[in-house]
């Protein structure tokens, strides 16, 4: 990596953190509990629009891992998800009406909050609708990972994001408030996952599973990518790029070993596939306000219609991390 | 008789505090090391907090930074101490704050009292230990390390290569010959009385204060000098990943803690309350014994290291993402490609299939789609047939084929009419067998009753990329078992090339093939090649048919009757 190229990532990096200083100015904070926040706390930031009927599950599921706050940017909602987690003890909330879109799609918002109260903390950025699972996350908290990264001078770890999604139409069965989502999308693809290097970055750059398998078997290129860094030791230089899916200094997207071995890394099971997916598609295609204009949805909108299913014989039900790690999903590493 | 331990504490004062007071029940004298990175108000907490037992002194107070002297120092002042307050004990135990005793501690003194006189302590010559944490062994003990490997990892390694460079060495100390071991160890009084007043300690400490990691050197080196009797293993459980740090033991580490024999185990996550509440417990509520089976233990913890260094082989995922040539295998098992077999047979593989038991694909890189056994669009992995899919990125399908299908063998049909952006990959990976009768991808344009012209065309084109994916197999860097016929030549005894291909697939369960699959009709087959010839093409991958050959077959038998042997 050349003088050059170095300069032109921090130049990269500073315009980032300027947009998000920017953009951040839209936000107005609804619920301000940061005071609550001391020093080694694990933060969880995240952004949101109309997500009323997860959050119960989400705030919970994360709560159990133990997550010390949450802090939240609601783009807008109207279906009460804004009153609910306003009088949330452990939640700090702020409101925009501003463009999703313009702001990366939440991406400078949370950027701008993780700056100002993610220093030095372990954050973790992720969706309402992305459960994140770790190697022994059923008997150990998520503070027992963090330490041990600590411990092995780590700051990064990649989580992929697994699609999940239900056996049947996808509106088949109606999602619960409070419910497990996996209870209803608990089928994911083991082993269609394509991995190419993005030399820019260093991050890897993940395609496949049902949405590539249905949606996009046409149109590869065009799958969403599945990569993510969702938890990081954060630090007011860092910054995320795009999503969750890289950072700078693009050190931080070393989360892979190169030479054979394998480290520790986790998944996001990604509960979109709901019935609830087939409202928002409505709703996002009058937007346009997601990723590529929305290509997902109209994908979905049009395949949908003749295909409406995207179990197939090959997949496979979830039962646990150790299930995911044994297919080759994720890894213990030398965590043990 | 009784003993003592001397504790090194640095964090998780709380778990420290309630592990003194466990050794102390049991009439154990401790003697505390606290860092001097703790601040005094907590240290003075910490201090206040046991004042109530009875036998508890704290040693002068040095910075103990991983790989450095000081953590020598502080036990030296520490079992010092140990050794001047407490005339009583005739065994010094070393363990750190984030150590647990895992035996009633009564069993601990018991055990040291029947054995008044060996030093329990790890101690093997350099030679003979695994352990070279950044390549370093013996130079542990003869270059000089004045920087830090964890904070200045650049100076450490940069004067390392400058030492090697000019040659620089050291002399060690007359009379020592440098052992090393874990640093925890439990010594007699003699020999660590011995260790502490001897007369040439000035010159050893100044030695070991430039040796690398001397923690665990220091003291095992120098008992091997004092000591006579060496029990040269550590009463302490600890397990070290590839980078020399301690595994630490969670809370679902309990049964396996319970079924280790060790009498102390560290490194204990402060927060593990199960870990803490089942051993920090009165003898009675001590461990139910179970059957002792430390080997499990070490499985898992020598697994660990093995996944983090060498990896699932053929294993491409998020976390594993090998450059090229370091990915200990392109793919995870041996598979079968067969190029010109599918075109030479009729139903080759139906035939394969029944005949080894193997999964037998059609063309998998095939223009139209992934053709898998038995009309397959989606296979093992949720594998999708799209060729697009497919193409974009050639080799993870591959691996994933491979990979998805673990423990039962793959075989699939390759042609020159297929992607040839796996072909280099296929040639370069030492678990393909590939077999190839050269020509045959002429059978179906000899059967095609299409234009001759484009005929020509085609067939040419073929031809060139045919001889070009055969350079490659023959190529110095390929890896593949390859085999390489000509049509002519596998057409005069099919038999032996594919008894021999069978074989290696594996144990077949009859002896012998049941017969061969229907060859094709080749009737003709000469005076085709001829025509192409006769239109300025050059058939030469097909071997020597003469014009006549086919013609001759022809009237009786147009499939040739094989033997079956």
Not at chain 1, 298 to 315: G, R
Not at chain 2, 175 to 181: A, F, S, V
Not at chain 2, 195 to 210: N, Q, T, V
Not at chain 2, 314 to 320: A, E, I, P, T, V
């Amino acid at each position: 990596m050349s003088i050059l190229q170095s300069y032109r990532m921090r130049l990269r990096r500073k315009h980032a953190k300027a947009r998000s200083y920017r953009k951040g100015l839209s936000l107005r904070p609804v619920a301000d509990r940061t005071s609550q926040i001391t020093k080694g706390d694990i933060l969880l930031f995240s952004t949101l629009r109309d997500e009323d009927v997860r959050l119960p599950y989400f705030l919970d599921y994360y709560r159990n891992l133990g997550i010390d706050h949450f802090l939240i940017v609601d783009n807008d909602s109207s279906d009460g998800s804004g009153d609910y987690l306003a009088a949330q003890p452990d939640v700090s909330l702020w409101h925009t009406s501003a463009s999703y879109r313009g702001a990366r799609f939440g991406v400078d918002w949370l950027n701008g909050l993780q700056a100002r109260y993610g220093h030095e903390h372990w954050t973790l950025v992720v969706d309402p609708d992305e459960l994140f699972i770790y190697p022994f996350c059923d008997t150990r908290p998520i503070r027992a990972l963090t330490d041990w990264l600590d411990g092995s001078n780590v700051r990064s770890f990649g989580a992929m994001l697994l699609d999940m999604y239900p056996k049947g139409r996808l509106d088949g069965v109606p999602y619960q408030r409070g419910q497990d989502p996996i209870e209803i999308a608990s089928w994911f693809d083991p082993g269609n996952y394509m991995i190419e290097k993005n030399r820019e970055y260093g991050n890897l750059w993940i395609q496949g599973g049902p949405r590539a398998r249905t949606f996009f078997a046409a149109e590869p290129r065009k799958t969403p990518a599945l990569n993510k860094i969702p938890l990081v030791k954060w630090n007011q230089r860092y910054t995320y790029i795009s999503s969750t899916h890289m950072l700078l200094p693009r050190g931080l997207n070393l989360v892979y070993d190169e030479w054979g071995g394998e480290t520790t890394s986790g998944v996001l099971l990604h509960a979109k596939f709901l019935d609830t997916f087939a409202q928002k598609a409505d709703e996002e295609m009058q937007r346009s306000q997601h990723y590529r204009a929305s290509l997902e949805y109209k994908a979905y909108m049009e395949n949908m219609a003749e295909q409406p299913e995207l179990w197939c014989k090959w997949s496979e039900k979830y039962i646990n991390w150790r299930q995911l790690e044994i297919l080759g999903l994720m890894s213990k590493g030398n965590w043990a | 008789m009784s003993v003592g331990i001397v504790m090194l504490v640095h964090t998780a004062l709380g778990r420290a505090e309630q592990v003194a007071r466990h050794w102390s029940a049991a009439g154990c004298p401790l003697v505390i090391h606290v860092d001097v990175s703790v601040p005094d108000k907590t240290y003075r907490t910490f201090r206040d907090a046991l004042a109530d037992l009875p036998d508890v002194r704290f040693s002068q107070r040095h910075r103990c930074e991983w790989g450095t002297w000081g953590m020598v120092a502080a036990s030296q002042s520490a079992s010092k101490l140990m050794l001047a307050d407490f005339a009583q004990v005739q065994h010094v135990y070393l363990a750190s704050g984030a150590c647990l005793p895992l035996r009633p501690v009564q069993e601990l003194i018991d055990y040291l009292a029947a054995r008044p006189d060996s030093d329990f302590i790890e101690s093997a010559t350099t030679a003979d230990v695994p352990w070279t944490i950044g390549g370093l062994d013996a130079e542990r003990f003869t270059l000089r390390f004045p920087f830090s490997w964890r904070k200045n990892r650049v100076l450490f390694d940069r004067y390392v290569a400058l030492q090697r460079k000019l040659g620089m060495r050291r002399r060690i100390p007359g009379g020592l010959k440098p052992h090393m071991g874990s640093q925890w160890w439990c010594l007699t009084r003699r020999t660590l009385s011995a260790i502490l007043g001897d007369p040439e300690r000035a010159a050893y400490d100044r030695y070991f204060s430039k040796v690398w990691i001397p923690d665990e050197s220091y003291f095992q080196t120098l008992a091997r000098k004092h000591s006579p009797q060496i029990e040269s293993r550590s009463l302490t459980l600890s397990k070290f990943d590839y980078q020399g740090k301690p595994h630490i033991f969670y809370d679902d580490h309990l049964q396996l803690l319970r079924r280790s024999d060790c009498f102390v185990a560290r490194k204990i996550w402060p927060q593990a309350n199960r870990l803490y509440d089942a051993f920090l417990t009165d003898a009675a509520g001590a461990m139910k014994r179970t059957e002792p089976n430390p080997g499990k233990i070490d499985r898992i913890f020598s697994k660990a290291v093995e996944r983090r260094t060498r990896g699932r082989t053929g294993l491409y995922m998020q976390s594993r993402f090998p450059v090229e040539t370091r990915e200990n295998g392109l793919t995870s098992a041996g598979y079968s490609v067969f190029q010109g077999f599918a075109e030479l047979f009729e139903d080759f593989e139906p035939w394969l299939a029944g005949v080894t038991g193997a999964r037998v694909h059609g063309h998998i890189f095939g223009p139209g789609r992934a053709e898998f056994s038995e009309g397959a669009c989606v296979v093992n992995g949720a594998l999708s047939d799209s060729a697009a899919l497919r193409d974009y990125n050639p080799q993870a399908f591959l691996a994933n084929l491979i990979w998805n299908t673990r423990g039962e063998r793959q075989c699939f049909q390759f042609s020159p009419r297929d992607n040839q952006k796996i072909a280099s990959r296929l040639a370069s990976d030492p678990n393909a067998q590939i077999s190839v009768i050269s020509g045959a991808w002429a059978i179906p344009l000899f059967h095609s009753n299409g234009d001759f012209t484009q005929i020509r065309r085609e067939a040419a084109l073929l031809q060139q990329i045919e001889a070009k994916n055969i350079e490659r197999l023959r190529a110095g860097w390929a890896k593949a078992r390859a085999r390489i016929w000509t049509m002519a030549e596998f057409i005069e005894a099919p038999m032996e090339p594919l008894q021999t291909i069978v074989d290696e697939i594996g144990p077949q369960e009859q002896r012998g093939l049941p017969g061969l699959p229907p060859m094709v009709d080749l009737a003709g087959f000469g005076q085709f090649l001829q025509e192409l010839k006769n239109q300025g093409m050059h058939p030469h991958l097909m071997g020597n048919f003469p014009v006549a050959r086919g013609v001759e077959d022809a009237p009786d038998s147009p499939r040739k009757p094989y033997p079956v042997r």
